[in-house]
Antibody, heavy 119, light 110 residues
Framework: QVQLQESGPGLVKPSETLSLVCTVSGDSISSHFYWGWIRQPPGKGLEWIGI???????YYSPSLKSRLSISVDMSENQFSLRLYSVTAADTAIYFC????????????WGQGALVTVSS | QSVLTQPASVSGSPGQSITISCTGT?????????VSWYQQHPGKAPKLIIYDVTNRPSGVSGRFSGSKSGNTASLTISRLQADDEGDYYCGSYTSFSSLVFGSGTTVTVL
């Protein structure tokens, strides 16, 4: 059974960097899938953030691209999200997911991690 | 790119069928057969229920079915049950090599 688990600080100050790690079990990061991030502001809808393949190829949301970095650590079977220069608008539940190569459908999701941006 | 358009809410009685629409453009829904649907219960992660317009993942009830015509995709829930209450989101691959989600629909079982 594929499982994903997000981890990282739940509180980040404005203008600082949001960092989250997703640990994957039940599958290998080097399998033929992308690994991605999606977020959901409290009470609102889903927003696609971006994806990474194990060879390092990434695709990012155009609206976040200038502040975003996604990386992969094959030795730890993890992938990470870094969002720079955050504001209160970046407060959200952040989900990681395994993503199908064809069509970018997220088939397995983590439980989500709430990150609040506040001083 | 803009989110896909879904009705804010849909309701139905137990045993009835309901349909949720998802309208995009010719750069996403209308261009690719890569529409997915997710069910989300309060406080939980989204769960994939339909992918590639019509396919159901293993373990998902056959009461869920998907279709597409032009720029609009649809999710039909047959024989509505109390546990079907929740939020439903569509998603589509786009010509920008990204995914765009719908605005979300709250399903209420009367």
């Amino acid at each position: 059974q594929v499982q994903l688990q997000e981890s990282g600080p739940g509180l980040v100050k404005p203008s600082e960097t949001l960092s989250l790690v997703c640990t994957v079990s039940g599958d290998s990061i080097s399998s033929h899938f992308y690994w991605g991030w999606i977020r959901q502001p409290p009470g609102k809808g889903l927003e696609w953030i971006g994806i990474i393949y194990h060879n390092g190829v990434t695709y990012y949301s155009p609206s976040l691209k200038s502040r975003l970095s996604i990386s992969v650590d094959m030795s730890e079977n993890q992938f990470s999200l870094r969002l720079y220069s955050v504001t209160a608008a970046d407060t959200a539940i952040y989900f990681c997911a395994r993503v199908m190569v064809a069509g970018l459908t997220g088939d397995y999701w983590g439980q989500g991690a709430l990150v609040t941006v506040s001083s | 790119q803009s989110v896909l358009t879904q009705p804010a809410s849909v309701s139905g009685s137990p045993g009835q069928s309901i349909t949720i629409s998802c309208t995009g453009t010719n750069t996403d829904v209308g261009r690719y057969n890569y529409v997915s649907w997710y069910q989300q219960h309060p406080g939980k992660a989204p769960k994939l229920i339909i992918y590639d317009v019509t396919n159901r993942p293993s373990g998902v009830s056959g009461r869920f079915s998907g279709s597409k015509s032009g720029n609009t995709a649809s999710l039909t829930i047959s024989r509505l049950q109390a546990d079907d209450e929740g939020d439903y989101y569509c998603g589509s691959y786009t010509s920008f090599s990204s995914l765009v989600f719908g605005s979300g629909t709250t399903v209420t079982v009367l």
